[in-house]
């Protein structure tokens, strides 16, 4: 079943310009073909001017097409008006956003709750209760691992317990996709991949992820990759070798123990000296330094 199908998607910008000049056209979106299955997993990537931001606007029902049909979980949503586009929003999109956009002065919990407040009731449903509400969080932040640190503030948390929080808020009222933009983009290396190892195991679960990224590395990640250039789809690939986070943050996490390890008894090793290959750079850093 198709959870996200895109037609012939277009989006122009019209610009006045000043008297007796012409109106100048800029094409963001040139007919864009796209079709993503339940339980699919695909990043979207290209340089920057190549619509990708545009793409995510309409993708995540933020903005319209300028031609082109967008349907989504069945929803037709290119004629849609903002009640509409309000609910979509609410009940089939779970937003994960690069600066996780928690609100700072209530806790993990709170946030979490927070789009259930704003829940589109369809006409004769039955308000949820507070009880109602506080359960489907509690088990949104089990489901990141996070329910030990549920009553704590943002402030309280590291920058990868942040953004597990905001994939729980995502999740918490069950949409049919998550899509994610340049969610790991304020995050280490490590952060990074233990919230990849996380999509990948909610994407194991049967989630639906659109991730926009510009890394190569996180995209190997995923199932597909879409990559569009002057606002065009100009290559749509499975990813044959995919890379497992968990098992690479295992390995990180070793390889900086031992870092640590040899600090601490007065050798360290410089090994992250690379040239653009990608291979350790040819110098005397390169070798072993005693303190």
């Known amino acids: ?73 069945g929803i037709e949503t290119s004629k849609s008006d903002a009640n509409t586009f309000a609910y979509i929003r609410n009940q089939k999109i779970g937003f994960v956003f690069q600066s996780f956009n928690l609100l700072a002065r209530t806790t993990a919990l709170e946030n979490v709750e927070l789009p259930l407040f704003y829940y589109r009731r369809k006409k004769n449903d039955k308000r949820m209760s507070a009880q109602a509400r506080k359960e489907l969080a509690i088990s949104a932040l089990k489901n990141v691992g996070l329910e030990s640190r549920m009553n704590h503030y943002p402030s309280q948390l590291s920058g990868g317990q942040q953004q597990r929080v905001a994939i729980a808020r995502a999740m918490v009222n069950d949409p049919a996709f998550i899509l994610a933009d340049e969610p790991t983009g304020n995050l280490d290396t490590g952060m990074s991949l233990e919230i990849m190892g996380l999509f990948q195991e909610l994407n194991e679960q049967g989630k639906t992820i659109v991730m926009v990224t510009h890394e190569p590395e996180l995209a190997s990640y995923t199932k597909r990759i879409v990559t569009l250039r002057d606002g065009a789809l100009v290559s749509d690939t499975l990813v044959n070798n995919r890379r497992n986070a968990l098992q690479d943050l295992e390995q990180w996490n070793s390889e900086h123990e031992q870092i640590s390890e040899n600090f601490y008894t007065g050798k360290v090793p410089i090994r992250h000296l690379h040239d653009e290959s990608g291979n350790p750079a040819e110098s005397a850093a390169h070798t072993e330094a005693v303190i």
């Open 1 to 73: 079943m198709s959870v996200i199908e895109l037609r012939g998607i277009k989006r122009e910008y019209r610009m006045e310009g000043r008297k007796g000049e012409e109106t100048v056209v800029v094409r963001a979106l040139r007919g864009i073909d796209l079709t993503a299955e339940a339980g699919e997993f695909v990043s979207v990537m290209g340089p920057s001017g190549s619509g990708k931001s545009t793409l995510m606007n309409i993708l995540g029902c933020l903005d319209k097409p300028s031609d082109g049909t967008y349907t989504l979980d």
